[in-house]
């Protein structure tokens, strides 16, 4: 079945509208922190310098749905990445090797790897 180039652009929107309602999630979440979080200040033994420690309770529901949100929109941009990418490919080349079906990231991490290494 072929599928469209338009189509896979669609996608990637769609799973970013999604996204964009996870971080809404997650930012309404956020703003309900500041009332179960406490603060205190700390001296480093080693340094004498004073700072500020904050803390959450552990048994606070909020971190578990937080970690599940954050998950859930890195997984959809994730893959708005992938649909995009492929879409890109099928406007550019005859087939889409199946070996980049999903986008590249080791290959930019590979690149940007060696052009650090040569720019100095």
């Known amino acids: 079945m072929q599928v469209h180039v338009g189509e896979q652009f669609r996608a990637a929107k769609l799973k970013i509208k999604r ?4 971080i809404a999630e997650i ?3 956020i703003s309900l922190l500041p009332n179960e979080y406490a ?7 080693q340094t004498g310098n004073e700072f500020l ?5 552990q048994g606070s529901e909020h971190i578990g749905d937080l970690a599940l949100m954050i998950g859930d929109a890195i997984h959809n941009l994730k893959c708005a990445l992938d649909y ?3 879409g890109a490919l099928m ?4 087939t ?3 070996k980049l079906h999903k986008f590249p990231f080791t290959l930019l991490v590979n690149f940007w790897n060696r052009r650090l290494r040569t720019e100095k």
């Open 39 to 45: 603060a205190r200040i700390q001296v480093d033994p």
């Open 96 to 98: 889409v090797p199946k």
């Open 91 to 94: 406007k550019n080349t005859v």
């Open 19 to 22: 996204a964009n309602k996870h």
């Open 53 to 57: 420690e904050y803390g959450i309770s």
């Open 27 to 29: 930012e309404a979440r």
């Open 84 to 86: 995009a990418w492929i």
